[in-house]
């Protein structure tokens, strides 16, 4: 049996906001390779036996490089069946989800992608604000706050 990678977002970091899957994929996993933000009380719901690994970023901090993750993904296919990678909010924003993928592709390793509640739309929902309004407000827009190297924009950066 080939191995398989589940990218599963897990949201805002509250267990109860993850979806059915994301949870089936935790409970079924030989290894989690996790977000520091994916930490904490949702790693509860991860199979007691698997490796869990931590992969998170935080800026300014030590942290593994991006090519480092997608290595161990990488390893991990070579011994584990079942691997998730655990990425924070929705693993689709603002993650480095197509790195990660285009290495598995590279090496032919199947995956899925299980998306999970953006942080932007669990504040708005926590602070009872909607996130559009009709007649005033009628887009959302994402917008990242730094670049690969982890600069501002130049026409954000300050004089």
């Known amino acids: 049996m080939?191995?398989?990678?589940?990218?599963?977002?897990?949201?805002?970091?509250?267990p109860e906001l993850l979806t059915l899957k994301a949870i089936s994929r935790l409970k079924n996993a030989d290894v989690v390779l996790y977000d520091d933000l994916s930490s904490g009380e949702i790693l509860n719901c991860a199979n007691e036996k698997a490796d869990l690994i931590s992969v998170g970023k935080r800026a300014g901090l030590s942290s593994p490089k991006q090519s480092e993750v997608s290595r161990l993904l990488i390893d991990y296919s070579k011994t584990k069946l079942k691997i998730v990678r655990l990425k924070s909010g929705d693993c689709g924003l603002f993650g480095r989800l197509e790195e990660e993928i285009n290495e598995l592709r590279k090496k032919n390793i199947p995956y899925e992608i299980i998306p999970?509640?953006?942080?932007?739309?669990?504040?708005s929902a926590s602070a009872g604000i909607p996130l559009t309004r009709r007649m005033l407000s009628r887009r959302v827009q994402f917008i990242t706050g730094h670049d690969i190297k982890g600069k501002l924009p130049e026409d954000l950066q300050r004089e």
């Not at 977002?9 to 509250?14: A, L």
């Not at 999970?116 to 504040?123: L, Y």
């Open 2 to 14: 080939k191995s398989f990678v589940s990218f599963v977002g897990s949201g805002p970091g509250d």
């Open 116 to 123: 999970g509640v953006s942080s932007a739309m669990a504040a």
